[in-house]
């Protein structure tokens, strides 16, 4: 059974930093791409990034760039998010479709990781 979960959410003021982890069961983590997904209350889920499994390529979303970034060992990825903003408060989602590749929508997702951004 493919599982994913998410952990290291909290709250944090605007301008700190929080690393959210994703670990997996029920499939071998290193050999997928994975993606983190974000759902603020009201707005749709909108993807916040992607690293792939072979040569660890990564995308990022426009309004995250240069403040977060995805990385990955042999059981875990990791998104590092910095300077934060209290627009990136959201529940954060690691998912994942199967695919070694950052090009298709993701069919697992974890339970999800709530981001909080206030002072």
């Known amino acids: 059974q493919v599982q994913l979960v998410e952990s290291g959410g909290g709250l944090v003021q605007p301008g700190g930093s929080l690393r959210l982890s994703c670990a997996a069961s029920?499939?071998?983590?290193?050999?997928?791409?994975i993606g983190w997904f974000r759902q603020a209350p009201g707005k749709e889920r909108e993807g916040v990034s992607c690293?792939?499994?072979?040569?660890?390529v990564t995308q990022y979303t426009d309004s995250v760039k240069g403040r977060f970034t995805i990385s990955r060992d042999k059981n875990t990825v990791y998104l590092q998010m910095n300077s934060l903003k209290p627009e990136d408060a959201a529940v954060y989602y690691c998912?994942?479709?199967?695919?070694?590749?950052?090009?298709?929508?993701?069919?697992?997702w974890g339970q999800g990781t709530q981001v909080t951004v206030s002072s």
């Open positions: 690293i792939s499994s072979t040569y660890h």
């Open positions: 029920g499939f071998t983590l290193s050999y997928y791409a």
């Open positions: 998912a994942t479709a199967l695919s070694p590749s950052c090009t298709r929508a993701p069919d697992y």
